[in-house]
């Protein structure tokens, strides 16, 4: 590959990181904490290749006439190099969507470790009102582990995804670490078939109660909830849970 090539891919690349950072695609792959790590990172490579050019530039102009004609027959084998801006191109353009419902239907769904862990005191009691809005990695989380049964009787408000597997319709989300590479789906099953008629991916926001001892560790942790009120929402800006 050509300096010129590598300088512009570089540019390219560092102009892309720093254009998903400000307008926040950013959160489809790293948790909201990367930011300013990718900032940072792509004004560096764009600085690098723009100083990469500059310099190129001022040697360019002391070669020799005679020099040009190797270059000159060096160019066609330089073409395919530039075949390499066009992922760099889709990038910068297109930023690709989150994960959804093909990402749970293809990794089995569980609850945080933590969870495996905890005790009863590790769940407070929930917090008093009509209706408690609280992430589906929380929920699942209190429906597999909470002895104290905390969620019994209570309800709740889960905002997430509508997958459609194996004849049943969940609520998901996707919970990350670090990046979208570690995340793993936290999954609801919705009785009464209030989303079934939903497709795979509709973001919607649900009220209702657990049906309790439905989560258990054959069934994955996915808990059954008995929905009374739904309600389709838009894609949040950040659509992971941590």
């Not at 009220?207 to 001892?213: A, D, K, R, S, W």
Request: aromatic residues 6%.
């Amino acid at each position: 590959m050509k300096r010129e090539t590598q300088n512009i891919l570089l540019i390219l690349l560092g102009g892309a990181l720093v254009k998903i950072a400000v307008n926040g695609d950013y959160l489809r792959y790293v948790k909201p904490a990367q930011q300013p790590w990718i900032v940072a990172g792509g004004a560096v490579m764009v600085l690098l290749g723009a100083v990469a050019i500059v310099r190129d530039l001022v040697a360019s102009r002391r070669v020799v006439p005679a020099e040009h004609a190797e270059h000159d027959g060096h160019a066609h084998s330089a073409r395919p190099a530039w075949l390499l801006l066009v992922p760099v191109l889709a990038v910068f353009l297109v930023a690709p969507p989150a994960l959804g419902a093909d990402s749970v239907i293809r990794t089995e769904a569980r609850v945080p470790a933590s969870a495996a862990v905890a005790d009863a005191a590790a769940f407070p009691p929930l917090p008093a009102g009509n209706a408690v809005a609280l992430t589906v990695n929380e929920f699942v989380s209190r429906a597999g582990w909470d002895s104290a049964g905390t969620l019994n009787g209570r309800t709740v408000s889960l905002t997430g995804f509508v997958v459609h597997t194996d004849g049943s319709t969940l609520l998901a989300r996707l919970v990350i670490s670090c990046c979208a590479a570690d995340a793993f789906p936290v999954t609801v099953r919705l009785r009464g078939g209030a989303a079934d008629h939903l497709p795979s991916d509709a973001w919607i926001q649900v009220t209702g109660e657990v049906v309790p001892g439905t989560a258990t560790k054959d069934n994955s942790y996915t808990p059954d909830f008995t929905p009374t009120s739904l309600t389709p929402v838009p894609t949040p800006k950040d659509p992971y849970e941590y």
